[in-house]
Each structure stands twice: as C-alpha cells, then as structure tokens.
C-alpha cells in the first residue's frame, strides 16, 4: 500500500492520462495522479499521486506528495514529500516532512506561530 493512501475521504480525482488546466477548489480532500497546472485552494487535503504532474500555485490544510510538483505549496497544517516526490519551489507550513529519497529544490519557510505554542507550553516558565 502506497504511503499517500490514508484512508482518508477522497471527494475528488484526477487520473492519470488526464490533463487540466485552471483553478480547482474543494473542501475535504482531493487526489491528483494525472497532469493538472493552474490555482489549487481547499480547507482540507490534497494527495500528489506517483503519476502525478502539478505545476501550481497550492493553498491547502495538508499535501502529501508522491509524484512531482513545481511551484508554490503553503499549507496550514504540514507538507509531506515522500520517497518518490519531487518538489521545486517554495513551500511554506508550520510541519515540514520531507521522506529518505524524496527531492526538494527550493525555499522553505516554517510559520513560527506553531512552534511558538509549544514552546510556550513545554517551558517550565508557562507551568503555573
């Protein structure tokens, strides 16, 4: 079983051997294995599958990629690049997880909001 397989809910999908171009925007969680260049937006999750081409501007809660991507990913929550994902440009998130085999050519900026709280938490300082 593939590591991008989460079990999670899938509410859309592009094959492979299909190619599109322009904006997509959903709210749960989307799979690309075709080839798709344009705008992604959603509140929930977006899975680049092996076969896998993007070329895009990506604003999402979470990405986990397996195939290849060139252009911007931020996501809310974490990016995942695995083993076979090949990323070029920029990415931002407050989780960056990038796999043993994975390629990443680019900037990454990591939102201190996140690591502030449980820094905030963890500090003897904050026990009260």
Same mark, same amino acid.
């Given at each position: 079983m593939n590591k991008v397989d989460t079990g999670m809910k899938i509410s859309g999908f592009i094959d492979k051997d299909t190619e599109l171009v322009g904006d997509i925007k959903f709210k749960e969680n989307f799979r690309i294995d075709g080839t798709f260049k344009g705008k992604?937006?959603? =509140? /929930? =999750?977006? @899975? @680049? /599958? &092996?076969? /896998?081409?993007? &070329?895009? $501007? @990506? $604003?999402?809660?979470h990405v986990a990629v397996n195939g290849r991507v060139k252009g911007s990913i931020k996501a809310k929550e974490k990016i995942e690049i695995f083993s076979h994902g090949r990323v070029i440009g920029s990415v931002a998130a407050p989780k960056l997880v990038i796999e043993d085999g994975a390629f990443f050519q680019g900037s990454c900026q990591m939102e201190m909001k996140a690591l502030e709280g449980k820094t905030r938490e963890s500090s003897p300082q904050a026990v009260k």
């Open positions: 992604i937006l959603s =509140g /929930g =999750g977006l @899975i @680049i /599958g &092996e076969t /896998g081409e993007v &070329e895009a $501007d @990506i $604003d999402v809660v």
